[in-house]
T-cell receptor, first 113, second 112 residues
Framework: ETGVTQTPRHLVMGMTNKKSLKCEQH?????MYWYKQSAKKPLELMFV???????ENNSVPSRFSPECPNSSHLFLHLHTLQPEDSALYLC????????????FGSGTRLTVV | ELKVEQNPLFLSMQEGKNYTIYCNYS?????LYWYRQDPGKSLESLFVLLSNGAVKQEGRLMASLDTKARLSTLHITAAVHDLSATYFCAVDMDQAGTALIFGKGTTLSVSS
């Protein structure tokens, strides 16, 4: 098993659909993150969870709703998205603190039509 | 607001040549991270630099950190095609390891 697993790998959804992205980490880390990677922008931090508690919401629109039911799973619920939300969504996990880098998942390529 | 700037954003190199990628950041931080991303793939951690003057090397890549200048460099020695990828630097948002803020990335293309 890889350290951080994201599903699905690809997702196409209409603007009125509701879908969810899933992230699972097998590393026993305490912190999990959602990042958005668009073609012409740097990786944008969206949400941070430490010990299942959300500690950061980087001014993300409410059409993105995170959920962290336990320290191994992180979801990103999507509804009424816009075409500009099309991007690669990356999940990452870390032990917390600053001594370590993050382990990233392979990402979900989202296309909003 | 923490800003992380990389340059160049695109770099085309010949095999065997040397080059340096620069990463500047706007606020005080003692820690900096370098990642590599291959097309269609996720990000892979390369280096974690945790103090002023830190230098780390792995193969043909060497990273250094100057916290006083708020500058990190990623030096490529005798480039080979396998190094073609996008390289990102990242800095702690608030020095508490809460979250990393990334630069735009440098896309490196090595040709023979």
């Amino acid at each position: 098993e890889t350290g951080v697993t994201q599903t699905p790998r690809h997702l196409v959804m209409g603007m009125t659909n509701k879908k969810s992205l899933k992230c699972e980490q097998h590393l026993g880390h305490n912190a999990m993150y959602w990042y958005k990677q668009s073609a012409k922008k740097p990786l944008e931090l969206m949400f941070v969870y430490n010990f299942k508690e959300q500690t950061e919401n980087n001014s993300v629109p409410s059409r993105f709703s995170p959920e962290c039911p336990n320290s191994s799973h992180l979801f990103l619920h999507l509804h009424t998205l816009q075409p500009e939300d099309s991007a690669l969504y990356l999940c990452a996990a870390s032990p917390g603190g600053y001594d370590y880098g993050y382990t990233f998942g392979s990402g979900t390529r989202l296309t909003v039509v | 607001e923490l800003k992380v700037e990389q340059n160049p954003l695109f770099l085309s190199m010949q095999e065997g040549k040397n080059y340096t990628i620069y990463c500047n950041y706007s606020t005080t931080s003692d820690r900096l991270y370098w990642y590599r991303q291959d097309p269609g793939k996720s990000l892979e951690s390369l280096f974690v630099l945790l103090s002023n003057g830190a230098v780390k090397q792995e193969g043909r890549l060497m990273a250094s950190l100057d916290t006083k200048a708020r500058l990190s460099t990623l030096h490529i020695t005798a480039a080979v095609h396998d190094l073609s990828a996008t390289y990102f630097c990242a800095v702690d948002m608030d020095q508490a390891g809460t979250a990393l803020i990334f630069g735009k990335g440098t896309t490196l293309s090595v040709s023979s």
